[in-house]
Nanobody
Framework: QVQLVESGGGLVQAGGSLGLSCAAS????????MGWYRQAPGKQRELVAIITSGGFTNYADSVKGRFTISRDNAKNTVYLQMNSLKPEDTAVYYC??????????????WGQGTQVTVSS
């Protein structure tokens, strides 16, 4: 079994910064892509940023230049540094990981979600 445990998040004023982390543990052979998504009340879950095992990154237009995704492959951990936060960044943030379980099996796992609230 694989678990993704998120930490970080909380309440911050507009213009402030927060950092999120997400550690994967369990029967992991390797992890390819890791990412962050978010879901605001009444809205669909949306991509925030992804990062491959080789370090290729992709960001939603709404967070480019403000958020930075990174990962530590040795620790199976992905990070999201969020700067210049805006009230519209308020959402529950979820991490995910595409985990290779064996030579023939892989699965996308999700974290439990962590609340980020940005006050104006």
């Amino acid at each position: 079994q694989v678990q993704l445990v998120e930490s970080g998040g909380g309440l911050v004023q507009a213009g402030g910064s927060l950092g999120l982390s997400c550690a994967a543990s369990g029967s992991i052979f390797s992890i390819t892509t890791m990412g962050w998504y978010r879901q605001a009340p009444g809205k669909q879950r949306e991509l925030v940023a992804i990062i491959t095992s080789g370090g290729f990154t992709n960001y939603a237009d709404s967070v480019k230049g403000r958020f930075t995704i990174s990962r530590d492959n040795a620790k199976n951990t992905v990070y999201l540094q969020m700067n210049s936060l805006k009230p519209e960044d308020t959402a529950v943030y979820y991490c995910n990981a595409d985990v290779v379980l064996s030579s023939t099996s892989s699965y996308r796992y999700w974290g439990q979600g962590t609340q980020v609230t940005v006050s104006s």
